[in-house]
């Protein structure tokens, strides 16, 4: 095999790879086509049938950030991954972190709750909240703010919770 044909031989290697690659991308970012896969409690960490455990120990530990303040969870290693300020989110409002797929809101001043941003419908993330709901791009679902509750659907199920935590002015998603 001469020099050249080798050269061309790992050019369409690489090619070949960075295909697989964009068709990957490809494959995630088709979510909120018909054909993708619906929304997967166990990308919120828990199985379907704990949601309902999960979302209304979420609100308590969200509520109460004296009780995070132990020596042991001050380091924010401890808290888990650093969302934001607490004055990143606004009162009556709340804000998308879109890396992390969650949204974190503030129905009443002090009271923060977090839920998944992946809408139930066929997995868009939401990607906005405004008077009152969290809201999803692709096809218009709507979710309380409070309780991640479907306002309006398509959407078929509530934003399960996700857990944060809150120490000083930091908000950790668990
Ligand atoms: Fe259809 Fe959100 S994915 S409304």
Do not use: W
Request: hydrophobic fraction near 40%.
């Amino acid at each position: 095999m001469s020099h050249e044909s080798q050269q061309d031989q790992r050019a369409t290697r690489r090619g070949v790879l960075l295909g697989v690659g964009i068709a990957g991308i490809g494959g995630v970012l088709a979510g909120c086509s018909t054909a993708a896969v619906p929304y997967d409690a166990d990308e919120a960490g828990m199985a379907p049938g704990q949601q309902a455990s999960a979302a209304s120990s979420a609100p308590a530990m969200a509520g109460q950030p004296a009780a995070q303040g132990s020596a042991a969870q001050d380091s924010g290693a401890a808290m888990g991954t650093l969302l934001a300020q607490v004055t990143d989110i606004p009162v009556g409002g709340g804000k998308v972190f879109p890396s992390q797929k969650v949204v974190v809101t503030q129905p009443a001043k002090g009271e923060f709750k977090a839920f998944s941003a992946v809408c139930t419908h066929v997995g868009c993330v939401c990607n906005q909240v405004a008077n009152g709901t969290i809201n999803c791009p692709c096809h218009g679902s709507e979710f309380k703010i409070t309780n991640g509750a479907v306002v309006t659907g398509p959407a078929p199920t509530p934003l399960p919770a996700r857990t944060i935590a809150i120490s000083g002015n930091k908000i950790y998603l668990a």
